[in-house]
Every structure is written in C-alpha cells, then in structure tokens.
C-alpha cells in the first residue's frame, strides 16, 4: 500500500480518473491510484459484480505477484496453487524433461473478486470478511458502476469526457475527468476508436478449454495430473494441463479444478464451423461455456479418443463445460492518447497469444509502471510529464513486442515444423537483444515475467 508520505504528497493535487473496463487491469489501476489518493470510477459494461471465470486460468507471474505481495490487504490469504515445473511427457505419459519454471496459477473469479475486495470492498462467499483497514481515509474516492457500455472518449473543453450507455435502460451518460485509462479488454471499444484499421493476427488455431473439478476425477487420473502442471505434446498439437482453485477460490485438496488448454489446428471443420454456437451466432475470439454445439464438442472429443493418450481423453471427456477459442493476438502501435491524457493498459493494449499464462502479468506491468513513473511520478517531475510518458510508451510497447515473440516462440515448439520454429526463436531472441543493446531493456532474459 502507499506509505504516508506519499499518499500526501499526491493527496495535494488529487486527479479524477475514469477507468473502463473493470476486470484485472482497470482494478489493479484503479487500487493503485486510489491509494495514491486519486478519485476513481469504474466504468464496466456487466451488468452485475457477480461475475464467473472463463475457466481458463490465470498466472500469476512476476508483475501481479508484487502487486499482490504489496498492494493486498488480505495477504497472507493464499490466492493461487503453486504448480511446481511444467513437466513435458511424451505420448506415454512418461516425463521427457521438466521446464524450470514454478508457476502460481489461479482462477480469474478469485483475482477479480479479490481485487474487487481490495478497490472498493466488495464482499462475497469468495472474500467474507474484509479487514477494518481496507478503508483508508487517506485513499481518493471510488465508484465501481456497473452496466456502462463506453461508446467514445473525446476531450471536450479541456476535460476528458466518456459518452456510455446504459446496457440495460440505453440511457446515455458523459462521465468527465482529468484521465482516462481504457482497460477494456482485447477487443477494445476505444482501442477501435483510436485505432480503427488495426487488424488481429490469426495463424489459424485454436484453443479447446474445460475445467473438471477434482471431485469428478478417479484417484488413478488424479495421481497423475494433480498439482503436476503438464505439457502433452502430441504431433502438431499440444494440451497444456494445471490445478487451480475450485468453487469460491477453494484451495482444498478434493474442492480444486484440473484446468486443461489444447492448443490444435483444426483440419475437418472451418474456424467458421466451430465459432458458430447453439444460437447461430458467430463468435470472434471465444464460444463461451454452455454455448458450443454438441455436434462441434462430439467431434472433438473422437479426436482426442483417437489421438490422445487414454488418461488424457478420459480428462478432456469429462469436462462438464467446454469453450473454445481462436487463438489471435493484436496489440496497439501507441499506448498514450489525447495530449498523454488517455492510456491503453492491459488486454487493449496488447493481446499475446497463446498467452502461456503472461497475459495479466504483462497487463500488470504496464499499468503498475503507468501509475508509479507517469501518473505519480517519484523522481520529482510533475505528473503527466511528456518524457515520462514517452519513456514509459517505449518500454511497454517493447515488452508487448517482445512477449507476443515468446508466446509465439513458445507455442511453435508443440505447433510447428523445424523452420518455422527456427524462424519463430531467432526473431523472439533478436528482439530481446536488440531491446537490451539498444533499447530501454536492462537485462536480456532470466525467466518467464522476468526479463526487463
Ligand atoms: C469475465 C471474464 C472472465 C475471464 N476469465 C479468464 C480466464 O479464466 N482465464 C484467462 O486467462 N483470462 C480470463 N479473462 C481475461 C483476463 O482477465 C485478461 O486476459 C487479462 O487479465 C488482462 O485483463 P484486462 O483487464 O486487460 O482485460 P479483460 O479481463 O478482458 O477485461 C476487460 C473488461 O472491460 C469490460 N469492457 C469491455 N468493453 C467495455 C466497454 N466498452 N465499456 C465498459 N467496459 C467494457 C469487460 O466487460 C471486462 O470486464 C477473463 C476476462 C473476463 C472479463
């Protein structure tokens, strides 16, 4: 949390902040800036608080683990499971080697309901009880509106004004302030605005998800995936396999999740085949859970029955709401708008995908370094600085750049032929030395989320 000092020294010249979007990167924006003594609103088009996970995961890697670490008025209450070193087994299940990384995976739900604890103390089964101190007098004031549909941001006599609807009424509203941070997600409404010819890129595959609780799973499956993160490459096509927290962000042995990610190129249906749901409707980047015709998810479960190992199946067939996604990423060429009044951050800054669980970290670097280096800067320039924020645009579009690399990089290993392997790897690490010669990057690469 922001000591004394600081929170005073902005409490001076407190700003009034419009975020959109209020899932993981408006919300850790907004408890950042709130406790530096900023006015917040949220602005999030659903229309509830009550929210569910996709279900496919969520890292938590070096970024949103220090603003855990510091910013968490629950901590020490554990967020995620710490799943020792991926283990990559071959077609036998048998372990071929392990990839040096531990990594804290959790639940979306049980970031954002944790995060949503922390902003403005909302309280549910996940989060009971809240500590005296999550209030603090010193913080700006909060506003978490739900229900608002951001249509356009435009400066209107020198104030930042959002124009939102009302999902529900079509009521139209202009929210006004002195910044707007725009986290709403990777198919961004004012990242269209800004940017309306920025394209998605789609090497064409796509991702089957599911989650099975444990309590679903025979002692034989369990004994070999739980809490054994695991990779199962398979020829051209790989699942990605880990526990995570069950119903309300239960940690419990018997009450967590197996979550499962196959990554896979589609050769019988079209992409346009299987983005179709039960309604007729075509999805851009996820059918969600429930909407996916039977005929698609029976398809793909001969698939796996066909040429997954039987443990592996067995898992996948069990998946009691399957979803599925294409796999794209898209990122933006500039991150700061309207005289360094508006900011990307997040998802509408830069989707990498697959995400190999750095989505919302990246998203977490680029706005913890938003809020500390531009928005209320310590080295005694004034906020909004124009270097600052040039400084701070090159360094995360460099780290959107160079992420998107390794994700790709990462992905083609399972996914691809040696060439484009070869080409994949050699343009992921150019651009990580490139970056560290002559760029703002200060060390060339340790581990996953640790490279800057
Ligand atoms: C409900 C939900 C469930 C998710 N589940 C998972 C998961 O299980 N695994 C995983 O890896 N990732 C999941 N994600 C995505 C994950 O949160 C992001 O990839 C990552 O954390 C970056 O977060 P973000 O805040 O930038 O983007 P997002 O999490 O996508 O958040 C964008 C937010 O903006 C809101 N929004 C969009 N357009 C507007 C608008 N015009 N006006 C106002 N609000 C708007 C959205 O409703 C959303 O709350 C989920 C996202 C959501 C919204």
């Known amino acids: 949390m922001a000591n004394e000092k600081e929170t005073a020294t902005t409490a001076q010249k407190p700003m009034d902040v419009i975020i959109i979007g209020g899932s993981c990167a408006g919300l850790m924006s907004g408890i950042l800036l709130k406790r530096k003594g900023h006015n917040v609103r949220i602005l999030e088009v659903a229309v509830s608080s009550e929210r569910e996970a996709l279900a496919a995961g969520i890292g938590l890697q070096r970024d949103v683990k220090s603003f855990f670490e510091v910013e968490d008025v629950l901590r020490p209450k554990p967020l995620g499971v710490v799943n020792p070193g991926f283990r990559v087994l071959d077609e036998k299940m048998d372990v071929k080697y392990q990839l040096p990384v531990s990594l804290n995976l959790t639940s979306w739900d049980a970031v954002y309901y944790r995060l949503r604890a922390n902003f403005d103390g909302y309280s549910n089964l996940y989060n009971p009880e809240l500590p005296p101190h999550a209030r603090d007098a010193k913080e700006g004031s909060v506003e978490f509106i739900t229900g608002k549909k951001a249509l356009k941001v435009e400066d209107v006599k020198g104030r930042m004004t959002v124009f939102a609807e009302d999902v529900r009424t079509k009521d139209k509203t202009e929210y006004t302030g002195d910044l707007v941070i725009a986290a709403d997600g990777t198919n961004s409404t004012i990242r269209r605005q800004l940017m309306p010819r920025l394209q998605r890129e789609e090497p064409g595959y796509v991702i089957w998800r599911g989650t099975i609780p444990t309590k679903n799973l025979s002692q034989d499956i369990l004994d070999k995936i739980e809490n054994k993160p695991l990779v199962c490459p398979y020829k051209h096509n790989y699942l990605v396999i880990y526990t995570i927290p069950g119903e309300k962000g239960s940690l419990e042995p018997g009450q967590r999740e197996i979550n499962f990610a196959w990554y896979f190129w589609p050769k019988d249906l079209s992409l346009k085949d299987i983005m179709t749901d039960v309604d007729g409707h075509h999805h851009r980047t996820t059918i969600p859970k429930g909407k996916m015709r039977p005929s698609i998810w029976q398809y793909q479960i001969a698939q796996a029955r066909r040429t997954l190992n039987p443990t592996i199946a067995t898992l996948v067939e069990s998946t009691p709401a399957p979803f599925v996604s294409v796999v794209s990423s898209i990122a933006a060429p500039k991150a700061a708008f309207f005289n360094n009044r508006l900011f990307l951050v997040g998802d509408a800054l830069c989707q990498p995908q697959p995400n190999i669980g750095m989505g919302?970290?990246?998203?977490a670097y680029t706005l913890t370094l938003l809020v500390n280096q531009v928005i209320c800067p310590s080295?005694?320039?004034?906020?909004?600085?124009?270097?600052?924020?040039?400084?701070?645009?090159?360094?995360?579009?460099?780290?959107?750049?160079?992420?998107?690399?390794r994700s790709v990089a990462f992905a083609s290993w399972y996914l691809n032929t040696w060439p484009k392997i070869a080409v994949y790897y050699l343009r992921y690490y150019f651009k990580l030395y490139w970056q560290y010669w002559f760029g703002r990057r200060t060390r060339v690469f340790t581990s996953i989320g640790s490279s800057r």
């Open 360 to 363: 919302t970290t990246l998203g």
């Open 379 to 405: 080295d005694g320039k004034p906020p909004l600085d124009p270097d600052n924020v040039a400084e701070w645009e090159t360094k995360v579009l460099q780290e959107c750049d160079v992420t998107r690399c």
